[in-house]
């Protein structure tokens, strides 16, 4: 589900991206005017007397974005219920985080606006956007493993929750009581046909759309309606009376097909799953692919004139959301993980440590869809509107800047990923302890003049970085052969020792090096389906012989603890620790040098 969301969100990005860049486009072109004249286009339905009217941007604002929260919301009843928010303790820390990178940003916000024409615009810079947020994640690549990105979605979705709270409570101006009984009620109906069961989609549709109403005409914005259906919506897991029953509709299918048997076997493979999960997998791509672009498409578009950009460099309001979203985001959200892991409320997804977090903290500032919604319930005056606009573009700009640095700084800096236990100045053997024997992974001639081991891990970024380097080095040096041994950080990389089996499996069938350049190749994506996956590729039983295989990657390891090994990627060329730079030309020259010495180090040029 995680991985499905991920894969959604990130690719939906761009989409949104070439929105924002066509709204600013329109809005600063000759035909600009046209802009607010299109969206201010009034649309609405009569019944005979009875007249219901919004703009086109309240119908986007107010009524697409009700299912965009509506998602959100299922997204929340699936975690809690059967995902990653079932743990108390794997929550606490994120929701602790988007707590604080909500109170720090607002904070942040009002100590430049506090008692001015711009104060009720604190809740602009609170929330996090999850399509961008993700989508870069994606281009800082392997640096930023998977515990992060659910970590990172799991703060979003409470951001979400208590963005949805903070626009109900807070942006709503006055109240009408008949409406808001009414909404009440229709809320009620709903609930009860749920604890009926009683599960026909019409029936939800029209109260649904009786309730957005209702809420509408309440004054409370509609969108909450959006986030409190989404949750109420069913989830289980598939029981085994289901599955059985489905698997007995197929079977009765496929040796007996009929028209009525089709139908019998569809549904009860639908009644297997949720009603959650199955809304989810028809609605996430119009959220992402058409709702939330078009809610850009009509919010995004602000005139960058000279006069309007000087207004901004001296607005507080465009100076408290910038520096919100970015100074605001990342004190907040590492306050908010310092505190609950130092008074032990919770834990970290993966082990994660600070350099992925003041990275995953950085990119939170990007704010831009609740961010826009919020701009538009905040200020009536449109000057002021435009002036928050630009702040937040800039902030998030500078957000996605900032954090990609840091990933890129934090885990470039040396090029080896290592654990905690990792000594800072520890003198390290220069020697391999074990030398090349065969039962080693060795690639290359076995007459080689230059042995390169590398004790490597399949989720390191810094191997995967190394992997094409070593590639071309073996390639344009024919007397250089390349062995590699499984190094698996466990406390970093918790798919590493799931890949490193994965590989010794394919080994037993002399298939070793093709699964090592697959899983370099995909190292976001080593979950044990991924896995498996790819040992179907290779015609390969993944799990053939784990504890043996478990066994196979022990030895690799306590040579290479033997060796002074403390981080991935770790060379030894001859026998000799390598201990210069990772990069193709540094390779180079060391290879050089010890061919321009004889065979050097302590490992012998033959197996």
Known sequence: MLRSFFRTEAGSTSVLLVATVLALLWANSPWGDTYEAFWHTPMGITFGDAVFSLDLRHWVNDGLMTLFFFVVGLEVSYEMRLGQLRDRRLIAVPAVA???????PAGVYLLLNFGGPGAGGWGVPIATDTAFVLGLL?????RCPDPLRAFLLTL???DDVLAIMIIAVFYT????????????ALLAAIVTLRWLRIWRAPAYIVLGFALWVATLESGVHPTLVGIALGVLVFVYAPSDQKLLLAGEAVHEFTSEPSARAAREATRRVQRAVSVNERLQLRLHPWSSYVIVPVFALANAGVRLDGATLAAAATSPVAIGV??????????????GTWLPLRFGWGILPGNLVWGQLLGGAAVSGIGFTVALFIVDLAFDDTAI???????ILAGSLLSALIG???FRLAWDRGGVCAPPEAEPGEELPELLSVPVGPDDHVRGPEDARITIVEYGDFECPYCGRLHPVLEELREKNPDV????????????HPRAAPSAIVSEAAADQGRFWEMHDILYDNQRFLTDADLAHYAAQLDVEPWSDVPGHVARVAVDEASGRDSGVRGTPTLFLNGVRYQGPLDLDSITRAVEALRDQGTGGTEPPHR
């Open 173 to 184: 101006e006055s109240l009408a009581v008949p409406a808001l009984l009414a909404a009440a």
């Open 385 to 391: 509107q435009d002036q928050a606009k630009i702040g």
């Open 138 to 142: 994606g281009v800082v690549g392997a």
């Open 404 to 406: 990609w640095v840091i």
């Open 322 to 335: 910038a520096l919100g979203l970015v100074l605001g985001k990342i004190a907040g959200i590492s306050l």
């Open 98 to 104: 988007a707590f604080g990178g909500m109170l720090v």
């Open 156 to 158: 979003a979705i409470v």
């Open 481 to 492: 052969r390349l062995v590699f041994r499984h190094f698996p950080l466990r406390t970093l």
